[in-house]
Structure formats: structure tokens, C-alpha cells
């Protein structure tokens, strides 16, 4: 894909304009990102309703009908259902199964478990199992 930057001091407002053969995600991704739409999204955590920076988050997973969502030290119960915060984050997030959105900047490791199954070790230490389908995503996305 050619990319081709145009400077121009004298422009009343900064823009963007794509020529796509077809929409993906990641180009969606890219217009949110380019239009600023959401940097945060706002949880519950105890008895108070606090932001969480995306570049803060680990992991958002599922749990008991509850969609959680982990940053390094602690945990926050997001209203919404998984896909619904799945289509405002940003493109640092990869989809690890059914249950769990990973935030990929923040993976320490990858460990190679029996039956060639694969699992994420996040920089906080926790154990995200990444489904069989998006396997070929994660390596993708992490250059291997």
C-alpha cells in the first residue's frame, strides 16, 4: 500500500481521505484512532465509577456474565457487553477468544502449551489462553 503525507501550513483543519479496494477492520480501527474519537472508557470499581485509559488496559474478559477489565494492579466491571467496548478500542487490542480482548503492548510472553495450543503471558502476570481460530491474528499482528 503506498502512503503519501502532503504538508501544507495553510490548511484551516487537518483530514485524512482513504482509497480502499475494501474495508477492514484495521482501517476502521485506524479512522477512530485518527479522529480521536475515545481514549478511555468508564467502569465501576467498588462503590465509585472511575476512567480507565485503553493504553492502561491488559486484558478485558468475561466472567460470570460480567464483563472485567484488568489493568496492571487492579480490576474494573465494565456495564456493557464485550462487543460493545470491542468497538470503540483501539488497534493495540487483539481479540483472544470469545471471552477476552488483549491489549498486545502489554504481552511479556507467549508460552506454547501440549496440543500446540498457545497462551499469553501478560507483563502482569496473567494467563490468557488464546483460542485456536485466532492464533494466526496474535502471530499476525506480533510479526512471527
Same mark, same amino acid.
Given at each position: 500500500?503506498?502512503?503519501?503525507?502532503n504538508?501544507d501550513?495553510?490548511? +484551516?483543519?487537518? #483530514?485524512?481521505?482513504?482509497?480502499?479496494?475494501k474495508m477492514?477492520?484495521? /482501517?476502521?480501527?485506524?479512522?477512530?484512532e485518527?479522529?480521536g474519537?475515545?481514549?478511555? *472508557?468508564?467502569?465501576?470499581?467498588? @462503590?465509585?465509577? *472511575?476512567p480507565?485509559? /485503553?493504553? %492502561?488496559?491488559?486484558?478485558?474478559?468475561?466472567?460470570?456474565?460480567?464483563?472485567?477489565?484488568? &489493568?496492571e494492579?487492579q480490576?474494573?466491571?465494565?456495564?456493557g457487553?464485550?462487543?460493545?467496548?470491542?468497538? *470503540?478500542? +483501539? #488497534? &493495540? /487490542?487483539?481479540?483472544a477468544s470469545r471471552?477476552?480482548?488483549?491489549?498486545?503492548?502489554k504481552? @511479556? #510472553?507467549?508460552?506454547?502449551? &501440549?496440543?500446540? %495450543?498457545? @497462551? *499469553?503471558?501478560?507483563? %502482569?502476570?496473567?494467563?490468557v489462553?488464546?483460542?485456536?481460530?485466532?492464533i494466526?491474528?496474535?502471530?499476525?499482528?506480533?510479526?512471527?
Amino acid at each position: 500500500m503506498k502512503v503519501k503525507f502532503n504538508i501544507d501550513n495553510q490548511l +484551516p483543519e487537518e #483530514h485524512a481521505e482513504f482509497w480502499l479496494k475494501k474495508m477492514t477492520d484495521k /482501517f476502521s480501527q485506524l479512522g477512530k484512532e485518527l479522529s480521536g474519537e475515545q481514549d478511555m *472508557v468508564w467502569c465501576n470499581q467498588d @462503590d465509585e465509577i *472511575v476512567p480507565v485509559k /485503553f493504553e %492502561n488496559i491488559y486484558l478485558i474478559q468475561v466472567e460470570s456474565e460480567q464483563t472485567v477489565i484488568y &489493568d496492571e494492579a487492579q480490576n474494573y466491571r465494565y456495564k456493557g457487553r464485550l462487543y460493545q467496548i470491542k468497538n *470503540v478500542l +483501539p #488497534h &493495540d /487490542f487483539l481479540t483472544a477468544s470469545r471471552s477476552a480482548i488483549i491489549n498486545y503492548r502489554k504481552i @511479556d #510472553h507467549l508460552e506454547i502449551m &501440549d496440543g500446540g %495450543n498457545i @497462551d *499469553v503471558i501478560m507483563k %502482569n502476570q496473567i494467563r490468557v489462553q488464546i483460542s485456536r481460530r485466532k492464533i494466526k491474528d496474535l502471530k499476525e499482528r506480533l510479526g512471527l
